[in-house]
């Protein structure tokens, strides 16, 4: 990766550019707009950005939730435009924000992808998550999910 690349914490002037990644990114399944401008105004929410040559190129949005007492991570959106894919940005992402979440005080860290997303699915594999269950027509009727979760604390 060259060391013109950064991960920095979005702004709201990243509005545009975090949706339009999004609707390239998952068309017909991206949030709406006003979901990402939620992303990035409420603060229980990390949005990170990371930014080549100038140009945001992927983004990922997180939040720390208290589930029957535990502290748990929750991914919820990350992508990369496809002409930076597979270049490590994703990892560098995900790990930056698994960091904050584990610092905040999270030990597990879940999330969804859909169930016909292989390359999500090999992305997560490879980081380590693993398939905690299936949530059938998650994203719409025929269109299951799954859940993945992953230990966030090392030993
Ligand atoms: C999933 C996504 C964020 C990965 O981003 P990325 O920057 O390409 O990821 P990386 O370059 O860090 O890839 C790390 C590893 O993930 C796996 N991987 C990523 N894309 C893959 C693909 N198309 N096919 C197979 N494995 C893939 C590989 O193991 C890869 O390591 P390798 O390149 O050494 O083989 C990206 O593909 C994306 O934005 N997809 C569209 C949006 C999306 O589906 N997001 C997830 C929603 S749940």
């Known amino acids: 990766m060259s060391s013109q690349v950064t991960v920095r914490r979005a702004e709201k002037s990243d509005l545009r550019a975090l ?3 999004e609707v390239e990114c998952f068309q017909d399944g991206a949030f709406p707009l006003h979901y990402i401008a939620h ?18 190129a992927g983004y990922v949005t997180a939040r720390v939730e208290n589930f029957e007492g535990k502290c748990m991570g929750h991914i919820y959106s990350i992508a990369v435009k496809p ?4 270049m490590g940005f994703g990892s560098c992402l995900l790990e930056t924000v698994e960091e904050i979440l584990e610092k905040m ?17 090999r992305f997560y594999l490879k980081h ?6 299936v ?4 994203y ?4 299951d999910g799954i859940r993945f979760m992953k230990f966030l604390l090392k030993g």
Do not use: M, S
Request: proline share 2%; glycine share 8%.
């Open 19 to 21: 949706y339009e990644i």
């Open 83 to 86: 002409e930076y894919r597979r």
């Open 39 to 56: 992303f990035l105004e409420d603060p229980e929410f990390i949005t990170l950005v990371t930014v080549v040559e100038g140009k945001v």
């Open 135 to 138: 949530l059938k027509d998650y």
């Open 140 to 143: 719409g009727a025929g269109r």
């Open 128 to 133: 380590k998550y693993r398939v905690f269950e």
């Open 105 to 121: 005080g999270a030990k597990v860290c879940y999330l969804e992808a859909r169930r016909d997303n292989t390359a999500a699915i």
